[in-house]
């Protein structure tokens, strides 16, 4: 029963969607701006760096408050599924009529608190990515790419890397678009307008 409700609070967690929510304060419709997708990148392209910064913080703090409850109410075994759920939450968000972001930033976010090192290195890593090519997918598929041999590398095994690898998955799949534009040379970068 524990399991239930925390991967339940993890979707619900999820789907608070910081991309919608800030942007609204702000008086956007986000879904009416740049690619219409109410990821930080999006966000950052379309409204600035400051606001794309504040989106990013808010998905990686949803990961993170996921992994958490889930270890906390149950193990941390459980803490890796709840930051499946809070990933399939941010891309499938019902507050928002199921329209949400990639999930890049709440996967890293569970990161920094399951495996704290890791999650400090895809930060890094991602960063360091997007300063030197600009285009924030290739960061984020690399960080996809290593989701589970990092956990791995770190001693996790086993239903751990099982829930990382459809983490990693999930993300993946809603990058399909930005794959397809990297392949023909039309993948947007991050810098603003």
């Known amino acids: 029963m524990e399991t239930s409700i925390a991967l339940a609070i993890a979707y619900l967690l999820g789907s608070i969607d910081t991309?919608?929510?800030?942007?609204?304060?702000l008086g956007v419709n986000i879904y009416d701006q740049g690619s219409g997708n109410p990821g930080a990148s999006n966000v950052m392209r379309t409204m600035g760096k400051k606001v794309g910064a504040a989106v990013m913080l808010g998905d990686a703090i949803k990961g993170l408050l996921a992994a958490l409850i889930g270890s906390w109410m149950v193990s941390p075994t459980v803490g890796f599924w709840c930051a499946l759920f809070a990933v399939i939450g941010h891309v499938f968000p019902i507050w928002h009529s199921f329209k949400?972001?990639?999930?890049?930033?709440t996967a890293i976010g569970a990161v920094l608190y399951l495996e704290p090192w890791f999650g400090l290195i895809l930060v890094i890593g991602w960063g360091g990515t997007v300063a030197a090519t600009k285009t924030a997918s290739i960061a984020s598929l690399g960080a996809m790419a290593v989701y589970v041999p990092g956990?791995?590398?770190?001693g996790w095994?086993?239903?751990?890397?099982v829930a990382a690898g459809l983490t990693a998955a999930v993300?993946?799949?809603?990058h399909s678009g930005n794959i397809k534009r990297?392949?023909?040379?039309?993948?947007?970068?991050?810098?603003t307008q």
Do not use: C
């Open 100 to 105: 949400g972001g990639r999930g890049v930033a």
């Open 182 to 191: 990297l392949v023909s040379g039309r993948e947007q970068t991050v810098e």
């Open 151 to 154: 956990y791995a590398l770190f």
């Open 157 to 161: 095994a086993g239903w751990p890397l």
């Open 19 to 25: 991309g919608v929510i800030i942007p609204r304060l």
């Open 171 to 174: 993300v993946i799949a809603r």
